[in-house]
């Protein structure tokens, strides 16, 4: 029985393994082929919601450094806009480097974002993509990790999640300090 329990052990662990080296594989390879995409935003619907006019929005996506976070509707939305709560010190961060915070998130539900913003109180600007076109024609992948992703006149330079990891954090600072 021992002997039994201990091969039933061994076989999840490589299988586990495995799964975990082509997961890792995998996000190399995709981030391999996103670092150098060109974004676009200017034939994409953003509706801006909060904090921020209109007459300032073009200079706002005209920054030359671009912190992007794509939010997918899919899952919990009101679970991602909690967890946007830990981004407040990184946006004031990431501002205070002269590069702009995009946050966008793929949805048509203008209400029930805004109520949820508001209700967690997060007060920063945002854009919705209610036409479900920015993941779309900008090939964001759909690796949760590198749909927050860093631009350098709108071409694709790093992604990855900083929240909670000062690897990409530094990264990032480093990226945007070294103009």
């Known amino acids: 029985m021992n002997i039994k329990n201990g091969l039933i052990i061994l076989i ?8 975990s080296t082509n997961v890792s594989t995998d996000v190399r390879t995709t981030l391999a082929d996103f670092i150098g995409t060109k974004i676009a935003t200017d034939s994409i619907v953003l509706i801006p919601i909060n904090k921020i006019d209109s007459v ?5 996506l005209a920054s030359k ?3 992007y976070v794509y939010i997918d509707s899919i899952n919990c939305t009101a679970c991602k806009i909690n967890k946007m709560r830990e981004w407040s010190t990184l946006f004031k961060l ?10 966008i998130f793929n949805s048509d539900n203008v209400q ?3 109520s949820t913003m508001e209700l967690y109180e997060l007060d920063f600007t945002y854009f919705l993509d209610i036409e479900h076109e920015f993941k ?24 990855g999640t900083p ?5 990409i954090i530094n990264l990032y600072q480093t990226l945007i300090s070294s103009n």
């Open 56 to 60: 300032c929005i073009s200079s706002y």
């Open 65 to 67: 450094y671009k912190l």
């Open 136 to 159: 779309k024609v900008n090939k964001i992948p759909n690796i949760e990790i590198l749909q927050t992703f860093l631009t350098r006149n709108d071409t694709v330079i790093a992604a």
């Open 94 to 103: 990431f501002n205070a480097q002269q590069a702009s915070v995009i946050v």
């Open 112 to 114: 029930g974002i805004s």
């Open 12 to 19: 999840l662990y490589l299988l586990c393994s495995c799964t």
């Open 163 to 167: 929240l909670n990891n000062d690897k």
